[in-house]
């Protein structure tokens, strides 16, 4: 009988410590993100990305939002060896508020450092860096 009992307790607690760990794993795991950079006038003669510096891993979405009035895009400068921007080293012109330029991280980003500005307004200080971080999900 008391054998019975502990193979019982056993099974039940070798059970639930099991569906613990597994649930405990799946909360610590990083999920992808949308990371956002507002494209904004300043003043007639001054532009930012906001934030200029962002940080990414792969699997996330980079998301660039047209807040200010005048045309704003993206183009990645001087991208780490081994990444493969060609399509999207120049993004299309963001004209309406609202209106996003959605990148997903992928394997065309190498981990690394992408320069990036906006091309009419890099002179008025519209510039950024991405960083590329190792993937850290499992």
């Given at each position: 009988?008391?054998?019975?009992?502990?193979?019982?307790?056993?099974?039940?607690?070798?059970?639930?410590?099991?569906?613990?760990?597994?649930?405990?794993?799946?909360q610590s795991v990083e999920k992808p993100r949308v990371v956002e950079v507002k494209?904004?006038?300043?003043?007639?003669?001054?532009?930012?990305?906001?934030?200029?510096?962002?940080?990414?891993?792969?699997?996330?979405?980079?998301?660039?939002?047209?807040?200010?009035?005048?045309?704003?895009?993206?183009?990645?400068?001087?991208?780490?060896?081994?990444?493969?921007?060609?399509?999207?080293?120049?993004?299309?012109?963001?004209?309406?508020?609202?209106?996003?330029?959605?990148?997903?991280?992928?394997?065309?980003?190498?981990?690394?450092?992408?320069?990036?500005?906006?091309?009419?307004?890099?002179?008025?200080?519209?510039?950024?860096?991405?960083?590329?971080?190792?993937?850290?999900?499992?």
């Open positions: 009988m008391r054998k019975r009992l502990l193979m019982t307790l056993v099974a039940t607690f070798g059970v639930a410590g099991a569906a613990w760990t597994g649930e405990a794993s799946a494209m904004v006038d300043k003043s007639p003669t001054s532009f930012a990305f906001e934030p200029a510096n962002v940080t990414v891993r792969p699997g996330d979405v980079l998301r660039f939002r047209q807040i200010g009035a005048m045309p704003h895009n993206v183009e990645f400068r001087e991208p780490p060896e081994g990444a493969e921007l060609d399509s999207i080293r120049v993004g299309p012109f963001l004209v309406t508020k609202g209106q996003v330029y959605e990148l997903t991280i992928d394997e065309r980003f190498v981990v690394g450092q992408y320069p990036f500005v906006c091309t009419p307004h890099e002179q008025m200080g519209m510039t950024g860096l991405l960083e590329v971080k190792p993937e850290t999900r499992k």
